[in-house]
């Protein structure tokens, strides 16, 4: 199919990425947060130099939405490369504790440098940084244990800036830092429009749903969802399949039925990528 490229707007990138290094500035520690589907296409690749010096803690959002299998591969792959990541479902609490300690942590050791200095001690400052829509507020929100950031399902809703103790050593910025994407890599640009990651970009839904359906076709779970057989057909071809089988041939309104299920995890528990191959 020859859609145009699945891109953003370059303004929102130069201020994004201002916004987000003024908040970079004042925190100790970040917590990263991916989407567990799609670990890599949710990396962005300056967040490393961005960080710099400052601690990181690795947070893979919604667990809930991959296998088991894939969150143990995941960890194995992490950590053969010296990377710990925690797993969380930010919208039920699961794995939260984790993340608290994490940041405690990083807390302790900062406050050893410091006293090595002859400096008093301090809570550590910690802010949630991450692409649209990954669960930075939601995240944020049960890290404070009560709804004081907005939370949507919408991407892009988040605000400026505030200190919230989640303890007497941690300290979080209240607004999440959201990561710019120039979205380069189509590759990586369309898992994060199936996942809904992508901000504001515009994007084809046929095309993108075309690409999900291709990516999701060694697991049965098209079939078990709309009782058509995939076979040898083509994404493109079981989508227009599809449209004609149960949504009176409109293409456009069964491809977003096919994301909007995907999303909401009615296909089930499904990760869009797997450790690569060394
Ligand atoms: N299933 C599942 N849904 C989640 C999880 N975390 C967040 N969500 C949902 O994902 C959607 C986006 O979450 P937000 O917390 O608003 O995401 P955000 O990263 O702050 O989004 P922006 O403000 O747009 O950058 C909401 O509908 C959440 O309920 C999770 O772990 N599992």
């Not at 296409?41 to 967040?47: E, G, I, K, L």
């Not at 907005?150 to 605000?159: D, N």
Request: net charge positive; with cysteine.
């Amino acid at each position: 199919m020859s859609s145009p490229p699945i891109q953003w707007y370059p303004g929102h990138i130069a201020k994004a990425e201002k916004a987000l290094l003024e908040q970079l500035k004042r925190v100790d520690v970040v917590l990263e947060v991916r989407d567990a589907r799609i670990p890599l296409s949710t990396h962005h690749p300056q967040v490393d130099q961005w960080i710099g010096e400052k601690g990181r803690i690795l947070v893979m959002n919604r667990m809930d939405m991959i296998p088991p299998k894939a969150k143990e591969q995941w960890t194995e792959w992490f950590r053969d490369r010296g990377e710990e990541p925690l797993f969380t479902d930010a919208q039920h609490g699961k794995g939260i504790e984790a993340i608290s300690k994490a940041a405690q942590a990083a807390g302790v050791k900062m406050n050893q440098r410091r006293l090595d200095r002859g400096m008093l001690t301090r809570p550590v400052r910690a802010v949630v940084i991450g692409f649209p829509n990954v669960g930075k507020s939601a995240l944020i929100n049960r890290l404070l244990k009560k709804r004081v950031v907005e939370s949507a399902r919408r991407a892009g809703v988040t605000r400026q800036l505030r200190w919230v103790r989640i303890s007497d050593q941690i300290e979080l910025l209240d607004a999440p830092g959201v990561l710019p994407n120039k979205l380069t890599n189509q590759e990586a640009a369309i898992k994060l429009a199936i996942c809904d990651d992508i901000g504001e970009a515009a994007y084809d839904n046929q095309r993108v749903a075309s690409e999900l359906i291709e990516l999701i076709r060694s697991s049965s779970a098209l079939e078990t969802r709309y009782g058509l057989e995939l076979g040898d057909l083509t994404g493109e071809s079981y989508l227009k399949a599809l449209a004609e089988a149960n949504y009176k041939n409109d293409a456009e309104r069964t491809a977003r039925q096919i994301l909007t299920d995907f999303r909401k995890g009615n296909l089930g528990a499904i990760a869009l990528e797997m450790p690569p191959e060394d």
